[in-house]
Nanobody
Framework: QVQLVESGGGLVQAGGSLRLSCAASGPTFSIYYWGWFRQAPGRERESVAAIRRSDSTIEYANSVKGRFTISIDNAKNTVYLQMNSLKPEDTATYYC???????????WGQGTQVTVSS
């Protein structure tokens, strides 16, 4: 079973930066896509960024394009989300997730809180 642990959240002022980390353990070779999601209170969970492990194809939500960067360190089994130019509307709990080929996101971390003050 793949296990994911996020870290790096916190409180930051608008315009600031944070880097989230997602440490993966277990059979991570089975993961085809890594993704970052977020959920704000009273709102649905939304996809923020995703990266395909085989060729590093990346997708971003329009709301974060140009500000967030997803990356993988395969040697460390860690997925990162670099967040720059943060806005109050980025405030949410951020989750790392993994999906296997032809499956949905079945593996999730516990989440890390990001709060951006204005």
């Amino acid at each position: 079973q793949v296990q994911l642990v996020e870290s790096g959240g916190g409180l930051v002022q608008a315009g600031g930066s944070l880097r989230l980390s997602c440490a993966a353990s277990g059979p991570t070779f089975s993961i085809y896509y890594w993704g970052w999601f977020r959920q704000a209170p009273g709102r649905e969970r939304e996809s923020v960024a995703a990266i395909r492990r085989s060729d590093s194809t990346i997708e971003y939500a329009n709301s974060v394009k140009g500000r967030f960067t997803i990356s993988i360190d395969n040697a460390k089994n860690t997925v990162y989300l670099q967040m720059n130019s943060l806005k109050p509307e980025d405030t949410a709990t951020y989750y790392c997730a993994g999906r296997q080929f032809n499956k949905g996101y079945d593996f999730w971390g516990q989440g890390t809180q990001v709060t951006v003050s204005s």
